[in-house]
């Protein structure tokens, strides 16, 4: 596997099911980030992990809890849902230096659809 | 006023046109330009990288930043079925991590 991937790719769950969404990067990058992409809006940047520290939450609800373990690896987890938070959630990674050529390399996505 | 506006399309060209995509921005502190592409079902992949104002050549792709007009451009030379996908414009300020990102434009290049 090469690049950031996320899994599943597609999931649909009630608003009473807990899931959690996987990233995993093999760019031996140091910051992973999730994104929520709605139709018709821009990137929604949600959390910020950078050497598996949370830099950033974005005002993000308490339904979504990110974990991060490692640098490698990053989590979403999901619970109590409602139907507005049906998206493509986007993982992404950088080497976190925060330099101006701190390029975020994006995963494909999870398309999330809440009954 | 949205920190970055950029016309969601949809935009279709025929094959071997010129393609002039757009964003303007409100904050004066954004120095760094981007241009991702993103095809159905994927992520977004970086294909321009700009600082500050000028041109930016890549092969069939042309980066163009005005900062005093708080206005980029991404220019795509004969343009191929092969292009057609959403672009995101995206920009960020000097050493800081986050982007701020437009909506998106919708291209699609017929044959």
């Known amino acids: 596997e090469t690049g950031v991937t996320q899994t599943p790719r597609h999931l649909v769950m009630g608003m009473t099911n807990k899931k959690s969404l996987k990233c995993e990067q093999h760019?031996?990058?140091?910051?992973m980030y999730w994104y929520k992409q709605s139709a018709k809006k821009p990137l929604e940047l949600m959390f910020v992990y950078n050497f598996k520290e949370q830099t950033e939450n974005n005002s993000v609800p308490s339904r979504f809890s990110p974990e991060c373990p490692n640098s490698s690896h990053l989590f979403l987890h999901l619970h109590t849902l409602q139907p507005e938070d049906s998206a493509l959630y986007l993982c992404?990674?950088?080497?976190?230096?925060?330099?101006?050529?701190?390029?975020?390399?994006f995963g494909p996505g999870t398309r999330l659809t809440v009954l | 006023q949205k920190e970055v506006e950029q016309d969601p399309g949809p935009l279709s060209v025929p094959e071997g046109a010129i393609v002039s995509l757009n964003c303007t921005y409100s904050n004066s502190a954004f120095q760094y330009f981007m241009w991702y592409r993103q095809y159905s079902r994927k992520g977004p992949e970086l294909l321009m990288y700009?600082?500050?104002?000028g041109n930016k050549e890549d092969g069939r792709f042309t980066a163009q930043v005005d900062k005093s007009s708080k206005y980029i451009s991404l220019f795509i030379r004969d343009s191929q079925p092969s292009d057609s996908a959403t672009y995101l414009c995206?920009?960020?300020?000097?050493?800081?991590?986050?982007?701020?990102f437009g909506k998106g434009t919708l291209l699609t290049v017929n044959p």
């Open positions: 992404a990674s950088s080497q976190g230096d925060r330099t101006s050529t701190d390029t975020q390399y």
């Open positions: 700009t600082y500050s104002s």
């Open positions: 995206a920009m960020k300020s000097s050493s800081n991590y986050k982007l701020t």
């Open positions: 760019l031996g990058h140091n910051a």
